[in-house]
């Protein structure tokens, strides 16, 4: 496989492990980006926006 694990020990690990560590192989391989963080001016904005909407 391409995060350099044998098939025969794929097989035997946990599933959640294995989705783990191809996570990291295509975080490493594909890069990331950071997740924009709202201010809290942006959230209570929005938050009032939702409010309104009806």
């Given at each position: 496989m391409r995060i350099g694990i044998p098939?025969?020990?794929?097989?035997q690990m946990p599933f959640g492990e294995l989705?783990?560590?191809i996570a990291i192989e295509q975080i490493k391989a594909e890069g990331a980006k950071r997740k924009h963080v709202?201010?809290?001016?942006e959230e209570r904005e929005e938050f009032f926006a939702l409010l309104a909407w009806k």
């Amino acid at each position: 496989m391409r995060i350099g694990i044998p098939y025969t020990l794929v097989w035997q690990m946990p599933f959640g492990e294995l989705c783990d560590l191809i996570a990291i192989e295509q975080i490493k391989a594909e890069g990331a980006k950071r997740k924009h963080v709202k201010t809290e001016e942006e959230e209570r904005e929005e938050f009032f926006a939702l409010l309104a909407w009806k």
